[in-house]
Each structure stands twice: as structure tokens, then as C-alpha cells.
């Protein structure tokens, strides 16, 4: 770190384009260098920063804000996951002409009927479970009590439904109370909830083929896409997903599933029993966001925003000289 300005002024002069990343401080002194240097900036905005309250946290927000607007500003090229997330931004709206919608890389291991068999045998799956999968980490923002609280009225209607959380699920730095709060939750539930932990690559993929329905129902703009639902789509599983911008692009845009008021378990649960009444409706595998979101079609995509922003630098250039 402490070479990182020298070595960023040296590779600077050796490239045509530089592409930097955000919410990040030493950004703005990257794209200072480019400025100086005259190199074209293309910026990834993954998301909004927001730190909890208090005055240090507010400190580091407004520190990270001023260092994200001098890296935007100074950037010829704004990607973001989608458009949505964009207008919504507070921080993004402002520079939305020179914003360009590319979805995030995805990819998922292949699978066999073996692999699948293995998943089964591993976690217990019994022949008429109907399973609902969540992938995330056990957080506060991503929501996890609203589906607790909606499995009590999917059981009404769908009693063999049962949940498999994949993910990290204990001893989350920062998250020990609201762990503490879903124990009781989790516990009434007994055997329709299991913690499966993290997974392997190719079980994580038999996760979402073994599942009739994936969930994410996050709470807050530090979930700006969920990269998940695509990861499900890919294994043509449908998805809930909360109404939240950029969160709900992924199911309206291929409709793979369906689309809820946040924080709201009812209406999760009423969403998780129409699919499971009527699977075929939602499963598919000819998907819009599935096509455009792999990595050949994604850096496809940032070629050509590379291409833009050193036409446009070679333009000023001209123009000034």
C-alpha cells in the first residue's frame, strides 16, 4: 500500500484505459493520476455506502462521498449493474449521462444426475419436499426474518416445504444480536429450516437445481442487484425478490419469478405458494438476464465502454489542442 500512488503512476502511462471500482477511497487519487496523465476512466459503482449511524461512521461516509464524486467526475465512463439502481441512486443520478447498464458476471458449475443424487443424500432431502433455497450471509440487511415469519402460512398451504439457507451462518462480525433475534424464529421451525453452511461450487449449483423457488428478500440499498437470483435463473429456478432498484431488474426483465413490497412476510408468503402452486409458470431457461449476464457477453459489453472512453478522451484532446 504504501508504493500503491507510485506504482499506479507507472502502469498509468502504459495503458490506454483505466478501469477503477466504487464505493473506494484511494479511487480519487487514482483518477487524479489519469486526469494528470490524460488517461481515459472507466468507474464500477457497486452501491451506495451506508455505514450505521454514529459520528465516526458519519465521518467515513462523507469521506468516501467526496473521493466517489472526484472519481466520477474525473470518469469519462459510469457502469453500473442496471438503470433502475441508477435513478435511484442518490449518489448515481448525478452523472446518469454517463451511466451505461452491464450486468455483473455469472457463472455456475455444471451438474450431473450424480451430483444432484449426492446433494440429496447430503442434506436429507426427502421424495415430496418442496424446497425454498436462500443463499446470503446471515445479515440484518438481507431480510432473513421476513421469511421465517412467511414459512408458518406456506406450511398452511404447502406442508412439506422446507427451506435450505446456504451461506455463512455464524459468528457474522456485527451481526451477533441479530442472530441472537432469529434463534427463536429459526428453532420454532424445527425441521423446515436447515443451515447447510458454505458449499462447494458444484453443490451450490445442485443447491439451485434442487430448489423450486430461491428468496431474496433483502431490506436495503446495500443490495443493489443480488447476484444470486441470476445464479438461480442460470439453473432455470424462478426467484423471489424484493422491490428494491436494481434488486427486482432481474425477475421483471425475464420474468422468472416474482416481485414483493419489502420487509413484508405475507406478501412473501403469498408469492412462495403461488410459485409453488404452479411451478411451470415461473421455471425457464431461455432467460434475457441469463444470456447477458456471462463473462463472454460482459466483457463484451465493457470493450466496448473502454472503446467509448478513449474516443471521447482522443475527442478532448483535439478539441483543446
Given at each position: 500500500m504504501p508504493a500503491m500512488l507510485v506504482k499506479s503512476w507507472?502502469?498509468?502511462?502504459?495503458?490506454?484505459?483505466?478501469?477503477?471500482?466504487?464505493?473506494?477511497?484511494?479511487?480519487?487519487?487514482?483518477?487524479?493520476?489519469?486526469?494528470?496523465?490524460?488517461?481515459?476512466?472507466?468507474?464500477?459503482?457497486?452501491?451506495?455506502?451506508?455505514?450505521?449511524?454514529?459520528?465516526?461512521?458519519?465521518i467515513a461516509n462523507l469521506v468516501s462521498n467526496f473521493s466517489n464524486h472526484i472519481t466520477a467526475r474525473l470518469a469519462s465512463r459510469i457502469v453500473h449493474n442496471t438503470r433502475d439502481y441508477a435513478e435511484h441512486s442518490p449518489f448515481l443520478k448525478n452523472y446518469l449521462s454517463?451511466?451505461?447498464?452491464?450486468?455483473?458476471?455469472?457463472?455456475?458449475?455444471?451438474?450431473?444426475?450424480?451430483?444432484?443424487?449426492?446433494?440429496?443424500?447430503?442434506?436429507?432431502?426427502?421424495?415430496?419436499?418442496?424446497?425454498?433455497g436462500m443463499a446470503a450471509r446471515l445479515a440484518t440487511e438481507k431480510g432473513v426474518?421476513?421469511?421465517?415469519?412467511?414459512?408458518?402460512?406456506?406450511?398452511?398451504?404447502?406442508?412439506?416445504a422446507r427451506v435450505l439457507f446456504v451461506g455463512p451462518y455464524r459468528n457474522i462480525v456485527g451481526e451477533e444480536q441479530y442472530a441472537l433475534h432469529l434463534a427463536p424464529l429459526i428453532e420454532k421451525l424445527g425441521a423446515h429450516w436447515n443451515f447447510l453452511g458454505i458449499l462447494s461450487p458444484v453443490e451450490m449449483a445442485a443447491f439451485f437445481y434442487e430448489s423450486e423457488v430461491t428468496v431474496l428478500p433483502s431490506i436495503n440499498s446495500t443490495e443493489s442487484y443480488g447476484l444470486v437470483q441470476v445464479e438461480s435463473m442460470t439453473c432455470g429456478t424462478p426467484v423471489i425478490a424484493s422491490?428494491?432498484?436494481?434488486?427486482?431488474?432481474?425477475?421483471?426483465?425475464?420474468?422468472?419469478?416474482?416481485?414483493?413490497?419489502?420487509?413484508?412476510?405475507?406478501?412473501?408468503?403469498?408469492?412462495?405458494?403461488?410459485?409453488?402452486?404452479?411451478?411451470?409458470?415461473y421455471r425457464g431457461m431461455n432467460n434475457p438476464v441469463v444470456r447477458l449476464s456471462t463473462p463472454e457477453n460482459v466483457a463484451a459489453a465493457y470493450e466496448i465502454e473502454f472503446e467509448r472512453a478513449r474516443c471521447e478522451k482522443n475527442k478532448q484532446v483535439a478539441e483543446n489542442s
Open positions: 507507472q502502469l498509468a502511462r502504459e495503458v490506454d484505459v483505466i478501469h477503477l471500482h466504487a464505493p473506494q477511497l484511494d479511487a480519487a487519487l487514482i483518477a487524479l493520476i489519469a486526469w494528470i496523465l490524460g488517461k481515459p476512466v472507466v468507474l464500477t459503482y457497486h452501491c451506495d455506502l451506508q455505514l450505521p449511524h454514529g459520528f465516526i461512521h458519519r454517463k451511466v451505461e447498464p452491464i450486468y455483473p458476471p455469472v457463472e455456475v458449475s455444471s451438474v450431473t444426475d450424480s451430483d444432484r443424487q449426492a446433494f440429496r443424500e447430503k442434506f436429507g432431502l426427502q421424495p415430496g419436499e418442496r424446497i425454498i426474518e421476513y421469511l421465517t415469519e412467511a414459512l408458518p402460512l406456506v406450511l398452511e398451504h404447502c406442508p412439506t422491490d428494491l432498484p436494481g434488486v427486482r431488474v432481474p425477475v421483471l426483465s425475464s420474468g422468472m419469478g416474482l416481485v414483493v413490497p419489502v420487509a413484508d412476510a405475507t406478501s412473501l408468503a403469498k408469492a412462495l405458494i403461488q410459485i409453488l402452486n404452479n411451478p411451470a409458470d
